[in-house]
């Protein structure tokens, strides 16, 4: 079963430790940095996770799993592209995941993403994932109505139920050589709400700007207490959820950036041995494509 460096980032939740409360929702870093140098430090990162990425590609012995969830305006969009601009899209694979259709609620809530979970060889990324169903379903109880037909009559007791089916899920995966991040942007109602006014006030930004983000912000204490019961239920030293606080774009990056090439780097990956018979034919067939 593959399993966490224990060499990454403090920011991981270890509930085995201490288990996130209210006051650790931070969204702001201690220490930013200074902006251009988080760009270069990430530019470096991004070089660094080439070669490790190209392993990945050439074992096909395993997969990478990165999953990004977030309040509307966290910046998860801006982050999947900074960190990963410039990278093999043959081996990076992005699926994000928007509200389920008729035929993804007729089926189990992790239907949608198994189909989409990266093979031996790829890193996969989830712009949002299954988390949503323990989150978002959570806040606005009324959203399983299309999952349910029949109803429920006490929601309450189906989130252990599902926390319970993701924990096995990520353990499967795991065990199947997949390596699984997760990461939380946490983003300030002030941050957010600065956001928001400026996709109104750009025209060029306007596009992204919908009315029923505001509303959620209505909600923000539900979803912060829906968030710590999730982190803490499902990070496991298989499957750790990294909270990341999200007013600092360009630090925020780089710290994910970081967790993702310590992570890659530790798992220990080398290029294949080149097939016995054809290894003691090297010889010959370079003889033969220089004449």
Partial sequence: MLLIPQTTSGLIIDPQQTALSTADLKTEFADPGNTDDNERQLKSV????????????????????????????????????SIFSGLDPAITKLAAFKAPSELERRHDFLWRTSKQLPARGELGIFNRSYYEEVLVVRVHPNFLNGQYPQGIDNPSELWPLRYEAINAHEKQLAATGT?????????????????????????????????????????????????L?????????????????????????????????????????????????????VAQWQQQLKA
């Fill in 46 to 81: 991004r070089k660094q996770m080439r070669p490790l990425l190209s392993r990945l590609q050439a074992s096909q012995s395993h997969s990478v799993l990165l999953i990004f969830q977030a309040l509307d305006a966290a910046g998860k969009d801006s982050m999947i592209r």
């Fill in 179 to 227: 390596l699984v991040l997760k990461f939380w942007l946490n983003v300030s109602v002030s941050e957010q709400r600065k956001r928001f006014l400026s996709r109104l006030e750009r025209p060029k930004k306007r596009w992204k700007f919908n009315p029923n983000d505001v509303r959620e912000m209505a909600y923000r204490k539900a979803y912060d207490e829906a968030f």
């Fill in 229 to 281: 019961e999730m982190v803490n239920t499902t990070s496991t030293e298989y499957a750790p959820w990294f909270m990341i606080p999200a007013n600092d774009k360009p630090r925020a990056r780089l710290e994910v950036g970081k967790i993702i090439l310590q992570a890659l780097d530790g798992m220990g990956l080398e290029y294949p041995e080149l097939d016995p018979e054809i290894n003691a034919e």
